[in-house]
């Protein structure tokens, strides 16, 4: 899938910074164009891969808006002009969908990113998507407060918003700074493999697979590689969307591989999500990358039909990611996640940090369980 990347605030610029890289090394060719917006003038110095934006430098002079989001809403309004003309180009036609990437515990991306996704929105007609990172949970009260305001204000402009939490994809013991190094690298591989995944008739693997029809291989069908279109319908349920993944040594025999394919399959949903306590679903996509002839097609069936049972879902989407490797990998994306507990944990924490006492709406349409007004929207 060809995407275009707009990194806002810290965390968000070194994100984009890593998934451009990755998509670059690998020779992916997905990431069409990545840009970092910040009030923050240092961190915007650090970046080397990405074009750069700043924003509010009227206001707070390059020194950034500190943990304020609503001073990041507003710093972002007033530039807007400016950071859709740095885009100009960037998102070509070529681009099937657009991210913006931001941390939403903190100030620049918390407060901006959802103003941004919302322009965006008026301006192009692909999808726009979040990629947000929810702070971890001992991150303290003001990101989480920040992060409630800012997830319920995405989540109602972007088509789909992709959750990292940050207690998810890093090692127990881990500094806070080489945690987020770990995070950062997973995001990118991961994220990066997902907008791959897309790519994969034109640049990768092309000595196995010409063709992203089905095909067939030593008398077995085979299943069709991914297509970006996949990918898109998978986020069409809107609301939250969580992806995970997993990997494990795998035989050369397809055929030996079948309880493989299941138990990646399980991991990536289950220990291996970006959003933990994930697996209610409106629809998912499984993809399962390696070498073709170790992808066993039964395993991959099982895996498909489990998954639709685990996340309650009939609409399961499934493809083969074909890379020279010596392991299978299961990428799960999910979409329409949003009744997942750990989200409800999570907007229980930023409304006791804001000090709502009532209790949490535990509805299941999306719509609704952002309606309630104990969080202010910030715009
Ligand atoms: P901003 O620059 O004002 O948008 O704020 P930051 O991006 O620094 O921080 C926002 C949130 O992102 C907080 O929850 C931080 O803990 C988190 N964060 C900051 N840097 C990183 C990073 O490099 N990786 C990850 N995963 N999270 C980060």
Redesign the pocket.
């Given at each position: 899938m060809k995407v275009a990347l707009i990194g806002?605030?810290?965390?968000?610029g070194?994100?984009t910074e890593r998934l451009a890289r990755f998509d670059a090394e690998m020779g992916y060719g997905a990431v069409q164009g990545a840009l970092a917006v910040?009030s923050?003038e240092p961190?915007l110095r650090s970046l080397q891969h990405v074009d750069t934006q700043l924003i509010g430098a009227d206001r707070v002079n390059g020194h950034?808006?500190g943990?304020d989001n609503e001073l990041?809403t507003e710093v972002m309004q007033s530039d807007i002009q400016q950071v859709l003309g740095s885009l100009d180009g960037r998102v070509t036609s070529k681009a099937e969908a657009v991210f913006v990437v931001?941390?939403?515990?903190?100030?620049?991306?918390?407060g901006?990113a959802p103003v941004l996704v919302h322009h965006l929105q008026r301006v192009y007609d692909v999808p726009v998507y979040a990629l947000g990172?929810l702070?971890?949970r001992n991150?303290g009260t003001l990101?989480q407060a920040n992060?409630g305001r800012s997830l319920k204000t995405i989540i109602r402009e972007a088509d789909s918003t992709l959750l990292?939490d940050?207690d998810a994809w890093h090692e127990q013991g881990e500094s806070v700074e080489g945690a987020?190094e770990t995070?950062?690298e997973r995001?990118a591989q991961r994220v990066g493999l997902l907008f791959a995944s897309g790519e994969a008739v034109e640049g990768v693997g092309e000595s196995s697979v010409t063709s992203k029809t089905s095909r067939t291989r030593g008398g077995a069908a085979a299943a069709s590689v991914v297509d970006s279109s996949e990918v898109i319908n998978t986020l069409r349920a809107g609301g939250i969307a969580a992806l995970g993944y997993a990997t494990e040594l795998a035989s050369e025999d397809s055929a030996e591989n079948i309880n493989t394919a299941m138990s990646v399959s399980r991991q990536a949903l289950l220990t291996g999500t970006s959003l933990p306590d994930a697996t209610t679903a409106d629809s998912a996509l499984l993809v399962v990358a390696g070498e073709p002839e170790r992808i066993p097609r039964k395993g991959v069936e099982r895996a498909r039909r489990w998954l639709e049972d685990e996340t309650g879902s009939m609409e399961v989407r499934g493809g083969d990611f074909p890379l020279e490797s010596d392991r299978l990998g299961a990428l799960v994306l999910l979409g329409g996640a949003e009744r997942s507990d750990r989200i409800q944990q999570f907007m229980e924490r930023a409304r006791e940090a804001k000090k709502a006492q009532e209790r949490e709406d535990r509805s299941s349409d999306p719509a609704e369980q952002f309606a309630d007004d104990r969080l202010e929207n910030l715009f």
């Open positions: 806002v605030g810290q965390a968000g070194k994100i910040n923050a961190d950034g808006v943990g990041g931001a941390g939403l515990g903190g100030g620049t991306g918390s901006g990172v702070p971890g991150e990101y992060a990292v940050n987020f995070i950062n995001i």
